[in-house]
């Protein structure tokens, strides 16, 4: 079996374990499955989940497409006439609750092949980063330990590389620099050079997306139950104006997506169902949301 017929198996499975863990973690809501087709090749699965006990948006999604590269893009890869396959799971979960955070992730295999057909390049990409809306040490030192410990076994320097491009990457520039959430890890353009590179490189995207589920999990279980108000919730929504901000403007998936003729539904379902805009916002001094703005930038989570 080819690396992507691989990869394409395993972001099924993966979709479909990580939905399961998400709907017991809700304990009401489920989630609904879309399967989609892609007119110029290829097609996916949204599986979205709304109006739950914990989650108030989200979706797993899954998709394998191909085709002739678009103009714009072969701009951007600098290449000639061109054909790609591309393949991955992205999601996206926004809760109800403000005191548990946002989480982002995704996993994907690219390849490009010239007009004989031939494989001229490819790479993996991906990686899983959190966004909440009040900062605890705990959730923030979990998540990270739990997104290294998986890394670790390909090599100490993975965790540390993949952080920092993090911290580099999920940020809204026109915001001042100011960082999206409190980061993970992302990596993107990770090339093979011959099969026993590719198999590694499997292992390690799949090591990566195993691990999400123990990463998130737990933070959700302990944030769950936490009492909030209305000036909570109008906190959440203002920070999730930010994450639009991001997705719209940023985002090399979306754009990718919306440049390749992708289902617009599926790519934009990472927006919230809920956000905010309030002219020059500016939180109360000593305040809880004041402490979270202060503490969005980037910094070692394991030694907190």
């Not at 990566?208 to 123990?214: E, H, K």
């Amino acid at each position: 079996m080819s690396i992507k017929e691989q990869f394409h198996e395993y972001i099924l499975d993966l979709q479909d374990s990580i939905c399961k863990e998400l709907e017991g973690l809700d304990g009401k809501a489920m989630f609904n499955k879309d399967a989609w087709v892609r007119p110029e090749g290829g097609g996916g699965l949204s599986s979205v989940i709304a109006n739950g006990n914990v989650f108030e948006k989200g979706g797993v999604n899954t998709s394998a497409v191909f085709g002739r590269l678009p103009t714009v893009m072969q701009e951007a890869f600098k290449v000639e006439d061109s054909h790609f396959f591309a393949c991955g799971l992205s999601l996206v979960i926004h809760p109800l609750n403000p005191y548990v955070p946002t989480v982002h992730a995704n996993w994907r295999y690219f390849e490009l092949y010239n007009e004989s057909g031939e494989k001229i390049d490819s790479w993996f990409g991906g990686g899983s980063d959190l966004t909440p809306y009040y900062i605890f040490m705990e959730d923030g030192k979990h998540f990270h330990i739990t997104l290294k410990n998986a890394m670790d076994p390909f090599g100490s320097e993975w965790y540390p590389k993949c952080k920092q491009h993090c911290d580099e990457y999920f940020i809204n520039k026109h915001r001042n620099n100011e960082a999206r959430g409190i980061g993970g890890v992302f990596y993107d353009y990770l090339r093979p050079h011959n099969d026993e590179q590719a198999e590694n490189l499997l292992a390690f995207q799949k090591a990566n997306g195993n691990a999400f589920v123990q990463a998130y999990a737990p933070i959700v279980e302990r944030r769950k139950d936490c009492t909030y108000s209305e000036k909570e919730t109008r906190w959440q929504e203002i920070r999730r104006g930010r994450y639009v901000e991001f997705n719209l403007i940023h985002d090399r998936g979306t754009l990718f997506g919306l440049k390749t003729n992708g289902r617009t539904e599926s790519i934009l379902m990472s927006l919230p169902p809920r956000a905010r805009w309030e002219y020059d916002y500016q939180p109360e001094p000593g305040s809880k949301e004041e402490q979270t703005t202060e503490m969005l930038k980037p910094r070692d989570w394991i030694l907190m």
